[in-house]
């Protein structure tokens, strides 16, 4: 399967405690994007690289967030001191150059207890 | 007032039955639609893109969009218990750095 693998799949952490989760686009694909989805919302963008630069961030990336993709592949996703509110499906999606179309990954679902 | 509203359901249909999905928005600088389907637990899976007023068919789905009224839909025909799912409607202006999303109509297809 070449499509957009994230992992893990399910996160269950306690409250305070820093998680990681891990977005490999598929190849070639230059823009790779993070939203979070939760129930019975639409996914809400978080960041958005083309290659290794984090162009954009939204408002919802607080502090206690932070992504990378430090060699313009693979991302990853930080949450510091997690919070009940945090607990939601975190998607990630990548794009080839010169389209607009966004393929997302299975996502990771996050519960913080 | 959200810029993509999107009835969330649940709409329940027979198998067979024509669907009829539909979002409306805010922001006139939209330009480019999509709909995505999503299973449970699954991430979205890009339907339809269109960028212009008008129809866009492909098999069974039709996406129709009207930039005078801000609204967009998508029709689904002959539906099959394997289109259950939540359908999003998303759109983007000049880039899709920041796509908005609509909440999701979920649909399950009785057989």
């Known amino acids: 399967d070449t499509g957009v693998s994230q992992d893990p799949r399910h996160k269950i952490t306690k409250r305070g405690q820093n998680v990681t989760f891990r977005c490999d686009p598929i190849?070639?694909?230059?823009?790779l994007y993070w939203y979070r989805q939760t129930l019975g919302q639409g996914p809400e963008f978080l960041t958005y690289f083309q290659n290794e630069a984090q162009l954009e961030k939204s408002r919802l990336l607080s502090d206690r967030f932070s992504a990378e993709r430090p060699k313009g592949s693979f991302s990853t996703l930080e949450i510091q001191r997690t919070e009940q509110g945090d607990s939601a499906m975190y998607l990630c999606?990548?794009?080839?150059?010169?389209?607009?179309?966004?393929?997302f990954g299975p996502g990771t679902r996050l519960t913080v207890l | 007032q959200k810029e993509v509203e999107q009835d969330p359901g649940p709409l329940s249909v027979p198998e067979g039955a024509i669907v009829s999905l539909n979002c409306t928005y805010s922001?006139?600088?939209?330009?480019?639609f999509m709909w995505y389907r999503q299973y449970s637990r699954k991430g979205p899976e890009l339907l339809m893109y269109?960028?212009?007023?008008g129809n866009k068919e492909d098999g069974r789905f039709t996406a129709q969009v009207d930039k005078s009224s801000k609204y967009i839909s998508l029709f689904i025909r002959d539906s099959q218990p394997s289109d259950s799912a939540t359908y999003l409607c998303a759109m983007f202006w000049g880039n899709n750095n920041d796509m908005r999303f609509g909440a999701g109509t979920r649909l399950t297809v009785k057989p």
């Open positions: 269109t960028y212009s007023s």
């Open positions: 190849s070639e694909h230059n823009r």
């Open positions: 999606a990548s794009t080839p150059p010169s389209t607009d179309t966004q393929y």
């Open positions: 922001n006139s600088a939209f330009q480019y």
